[in-house]
């Protein structure tokens, strides 16, 4: 079954850094750019980050500039999320989607979707 793994979240303090991955099993991700995106509760799920099949693209939402990075290493069929200086509104359930060659505008288009980790920023 073809299906994306997400891992890493958790709990942590304002300020603090967290690093998410994205594994497939069953598929390579070698031609899929990889999105990831996040939900808090009451909103609606937004876009956070997006790397092309072969990064030479990178997209971020205004809100994580600076903060998140996007990273990829497809010998290892992963791609990862780089969080620092976490605030309290980065709480949300980060999930990861697999879209084939390119990043796409928005949700649509995303061939595979994982479960979805949990990303809490608090005191």
């Known amino acids: 079954q073809l299906q994306l793994v997400e891992s890493g979240g958790g709990l942590v303090q304002p300020g603090g850094s967290l690093r998410l991955s994205c594994t497939a099993s069953?598929?390579?991700?070698?031609?899929?750019?990889i999105g990831w995106f996040r939900q808090a509760p009451g909103r609606e799920r937004e876009g956070v980050s997006c790397?092309?099949?072969?990064?030479?693209?990178?997209y971020y939402a205004d809100s994580v500039k600076g903060r998140f990075t996007i990273s990829r290493d497809n010998a290892k069929n992963a791609v990862y999320l780089q969080m620092n200086s976490l605030k309290p509104e980065d709480t949300a359930v980060y999930y990861c989607?697999?879209?084939?060659?390119?990043?796409?505008?928005?949700?649509?288009?995303?061939?595979?979707w994982g479960q979805g980790t949990q990303v809490t920023v608090s005191s």
């Open positions: 989607a697999a879209a084939r060659y390119y990043c796409r505008s928005g949700d649509v288009g995303y061939d595979y």
């Open positions: 069953a598929f390579t991700l070698d031609y899929y750019a």
């Open positions: 790397i092309s099949t072969s990064d030479e693209s990178r």
